[in-house]
């Protein structure tokens, strides 16, 4: 199966995306800011280009959060 994980650098996120390569799920992953597991840097707010870049997933889990470090960087 084909997944896309957004928060991928969050601590959800990044378990999320380990445990589904475990069960050797195609995994992409998504993020407003880089991490060791992120490979897609977006913005989920920019609904253009999550349009795009979700097509010809077969599942998208979002644990992406607005927390702290996102508020410094966003507001």
């Known amino acids: 199966m084909r ?3 957004n928060g991928s ?3 959800l996120g990044s ?3 380990k445990l589904l390569a475990n069960f050797r799920h195609r995994v992409s992953v998504l ?3 880089s991490s060791a597991t992120t490979n897609l840097i977006v913005d989920v707010k920019d609904k253009h280009t999550i349009l795009r ?3 010809g997933f077969d599942a998208v889990i979002h644990t992406a959060a607005l927390h702290g470090r996102h ?3 966003h507001f």
């Open 53 to 55: 870049v979700t097509e």
């Open 3 to 5: 997944v896309l994980v």
């Open 15 to 17: 378990v999320t995306v």
């Open 9 to 11: 650098s969050g601590k």
């Open 71 to 73: 508020l410094e960087i």
């Open 31 to 33: 993020d407003i800011s």
